[in-house]
């Protein structure tokens, strides 16, 4: 997945460069993603290697289906993926692309793994102490694992904040045999 994550980088960051300067991150956004689910398609997916489509074939199904709305400036790009073979890695660019757009927006994507569901009160709470620690816009997301017994844990990035009752009866557990 590095690989590819590789490859992907230098086109979402021209991708976001084009659309930051134009002031138009959201629609990009949405063009790519719909671009990303186009390639993702086991019928499309299957005419990306076929050496019977040409690139201006395969960037005119692309274009007319997802990328459209950007005009002359995603269709470019679009033609540009195709001759250079790397229309399959659309789904890397639109992810990419969005943590650009995020970042430059000032949002962080915060994942709260809780032994027992929140109710709302909870999530507001906690979705402001960390809009406050993080000085970020947070957009919470929200799972359920049993086995954590009780308590949370909490993953925006490469910050990860583990307050469950599992690790810390782990963790006595450790201190009491070593």
Known sequence: MADRLTIARPYARAAFEEARKNGGLAPWSEALQAAAIVVKDPRVANLLDNPRVTPEQLAGLVDGIAAAPLGEHGA???????HNHRLGYLPEIAELFDTF?????????????????LDEAQRRSLSTA??????????????IDPALIGGATLRAGDLVIDGSLRTRLERIAYELTA
């Open 130 to 143: 960390l809009q406050r620690r993080l000085r970020r816009k947070v957009r919470l997301h929200c799972d």
């Open 101 to 117: 757009k995020d970042d430059a927006e000032g949002v962080v994507d915060v994942t709260v793994t809780s032994a027992a569901a």
């Open 76 to 82: 470019n790009f679009v033609r540009t993926l195709a």
